[in-house]
């Protein structure tokens, strides 16, 4: 019975392991699959009725689709979950329904924002949009 118990525990434990795991994508790969590319600083974050996230962003710079001054993106809530932070500026990388996750891609915009506690390194992918734009 309890190695029953052990089992079942590592299969539900491997599964919320799995569940919040992403490919590793090179920032190329990152950009060309999004369909919303912009630098944002977060205004307002509020918690939706599904448990997901609306983040909101005053646009900074615009590298990628049809984009207002003023952008709000939801944090996919069965994805893996970015945090912002109100008051920090970061890279946005959303699908066509503006849903957000770790997996979606993600930068800061100023490397001294990096949260020290984050476990999100500081990936590049501004540098590399910036280089494209030039």
């Known amino acids: 019975m ?3 118990i052990l089992v ?12 919040c795991s992403c490919a590793p994508l090179a920032p190329k790969k990152l950009i060309e699959q999004a369909t919303y590319i912009y630098t944002g600083k977060v205004i307002k974050a509020e918690l939706t009725e599904n448990k997901g996230i609306k983040t909101t962003f005053k646009v900074i710079d615009k590298f990628k689709g049809e984009l207002n001054d003023v952008e709000s993106v939801l944090v996919d809530p069965a994805g893996c979950q970015i945090e912002y932070t109100v008051g920090h500026s970061y890279v946005i990388l959303a699908d066509e329904n503006k849903l957000v ?7 800061y915009y100023f490397k001294n924002e990096i949260d020290k506690h984050s476990h999100i390194p500081y990936t590049g992918i501004l540098d590399k949009l910036r280089k494209e734009s030039n």
Request: some cysteine; glycine content about 4%; aromatic content about 28%.
């Open 101 to 107: 996750s770790l997996c979606s891609g993600y930068d």
């Open 8 to 19: 079942l525990s590592l299969y539900v434990y491997s599964f919320f392991i799995e569940a």
């Open 2 to 4: 309890r190695l029953f």
